[in-house]
């Protein structure tokens, strides 16, 4: 069974920055495409990047320039890197992965909250 496990979230000031982490255990495969989702109280799930096991990445338009995805060496790990950090990004963050295009999987969450 293929876990994800979340770290990295906590509160921050406005403009600050906090790395996300994202490991996956319970598969040999190489998970494609990895993600972040987000979702704030009240609004639905939304993406905020992905990336595929080749390097390909996608943003939501609310966080270009800001965040940076990228894949670590170690297989099956992803993390976000969220620079210049605005109180609407304000969240519980989620992993997401697809193994072999057949099956979805979530982490638990971690908590973004950007606060004065």
């Known amino acids: 069974q293929v876990q994800l496990v979340e770290s990295g979230g906590g509160l921050v000031q406005p403009g600050g920055s906090l790395r996300l982490s994202c490991a996956a255990s319970?598969?040999?495969?190489?998970?494609?495409?990895m993600g972040w989702y987000r979702q704030s109280p009240g609004k639905e799930r939304e993406l905020v990047a992905d990336?595929?096991?080749?390097?390909?990445?996608n943003y939501a338009d609310s966080v270009k320039g800001r965040f940076t995805i990228s894949r670590g060496n170690a297989k099956n790990t992803v993390y976000l890197q969220m620079n210049s950090l605005k109180a609407e990004d304000t969240a519980v963050y989620y992993c997401?992965?697809?193994?072999?295009?057949?099956?979805?999987?979530w982490g638990q969450g971690t908590q973004v909250t950007v606060s004065s």
């Open positions: 997401n992965a697809w193994l072999i295009s057949t099956r979805e999987y």
């Open positions: 319970g598969t040999v495969f190489s998970l494609n495409p």
């Open positions: 990336i595929t096991s080749g390097g390909r990445t």
